[in-house]
């Protein structure tokens, strides 16, 4: 009767059978044996109908424990003869995809190393790093290859820190459905040419990408322009934002050297406004009084000025007051932000391009972070292989259901 009672429990249907149990107290081991019912025939998807059993084999399978014993399934496991004489192993329906596992412990595995360090899962569930780390790959490289692109059209694309010095990877991301498509390492306009061709390779051309942002890296914008041709780049308002803001503080750091009041003024005027205590406002109110003789006060107005602009929707109204905007400066004293508009004033449309698209990178900047928390847990990380891994399981949306029913 126990036997049943496993077999219910382990999901185990006919022609399978459990044909024993053997619990090993001092290890807190419980095996199950799994048989067939003799004189089946099974398919094979290298051939058509059922086949006869050649031979068999024995292979152990971990399973999800009971309660705290962990739990082996020994399987006999049928060699059958295909009809051009050729013998093949059949596993059953609920082995894994990595030998040696079942589909529902390979998906615990998957659900937990969403969330934490592949390290701590090995100690929760009492295998090597390798072993879990396998798993993981495995599962991720599977799906990465079956994802269709056909219908990804916005892209964004940035790059990230990998390990210490200047090691990076590029991230492409679909806009629409906030997900990780694409990674792969460094940060040249190469990157931009590999991603177009995991896009052929994935269901998709590089012409179907009609939009995408990036930051103003001179190789991510020609590899874009070589490489997806069709596509209008945006350049991404906060970005354009944060650089303006390093020439406020390029301007504090010059004009304090004379100035002594502008010390401890960084976070004053590198935060808006509104999220400042009112101590901080009334210093930067006091700064800001003195506008016609401090640089930093007509710099901090320049940004401010900036913000407005690219908070506007009219792309013409946009465009002039832009352009405007880049004049003023340049006929400034203020020399750290002349450097923001000269910037501007090369990359003009893909800046002004953001009032209709109002494309960012926010939320695969968000991935970045989520990325180093990662590695941080992880003490690091050291092969591409494990990065690509540990960012497609963070925020790739991959679907795993596919290959195992019980991996959502």
């Not at 399978?16 to 044996?33: A, H, I, M, P």
């Not at 269901?203 to 069709?230: C, Y």
Request: glycine share 4%.
């Amino acid at each position: 009767m126990h036997n049943n009672l496993f077999e219910a429990a382990l999901n185990i249907s006919a022609p399978w059978f459990v044909q024993g149990v053997d619990f090993d107290e001092s290890n807190k081991l419980l095996t199950n044996g799994i048989d067939f019912v003799a004189g089946t025939r099974f398919p094979h998807p290298d051939a058509e109908g059922l086949h006869p059993v050649h031979d068999t084999q024995i292979k152990r399978l971990r399973h999800l424990n009971f309660f705290q014993h962990e739990c082996v399934l020994e399987v006999r496991v049928p060699r059958v003869r295909l009809p051009n004489g050729k013998v093949r192993v059949v596993d059953p329906k609920w082995a894994g995809q990595l030998d040696g596992f079942t589909l529902l412990f390979e998906a615990m595995v998957l659900m937990l190393c969403r969330h934490m360090p592949f390290a701590v899962v090995a100690r929760m569930v009492n295998l090597s790093w390798h072993r879990v780390h396998a798993i993981c790959t495995r599962y991720v490289d599977i799906a990465v290859a079956n994802t269709d692109l056909s219908s990804v059209t916005d892209v964004a694309i940035d790059e990230t820190s990998s390990k210490k010095g200047h090691n990076y990877l590029t991230l492409a991301a679909d806009m629409d459905a906030r997900k990780v498509i694409f990674v792969t390492p460094g940060k040249d306009a190469d990157t931009i040419e590999e991603f177009a061709k995991h896009l052929v390779a994935h269901e998709a051309t590089a012409d179907q990408i009609t939009s995408v942002s990036i930051d103003m890296s001179k190789a991510f914008i020609s590899g874009v322009e070589k490489n997806l041709p069709n596509a209008r780049i945006t350049f991404d308002k906060f970005h354009v934002i944060a650089h303006a803001s390093e020439a406020i503080s390029e301007t504090r750091r010059i004009e304090q050297k004379v100035d002594p009041e502008l010390k401890g003024m960084r976070w004053t005027l590198l935060k808006k406004r509104e999220k400042l205590c009112k101590e901080q406002r009334d210093d930067l109110d006091t700064l800001l009084a003195k506008i016609t003789t401090k640089r930093t006060a007509r710099a901090w107005h320049y940004r401010e000025q900036l913000r407005d602009i690219l908070n506007r929707k009219q792309i013409n109204v946009v465009s002039v007051m832009l352009s405007q905007w880049c004049t003023n400066v340049l006929r400034s004293k203020v020399e750290p932000m002349k450097e923001v508009a000269r910037m501007i004033r090369r990359h003009f449309d893909g800046v002004v391009a953001w009032s209709q698209t109002r494309q960012t990178n926010g939320f695969i900047e968000a991935i970045n972070g989520l990325f180093q928390a990662a590695k941080r847990k992880a003490r690091g990380f050291t092969r591409f292989e494990t990065m690509r891994t540990v960012l497609f399981l963070i925020a790739g949306k991959l679907d795993f259901s596919k290959i195992n029913p019980h991996a959502a």
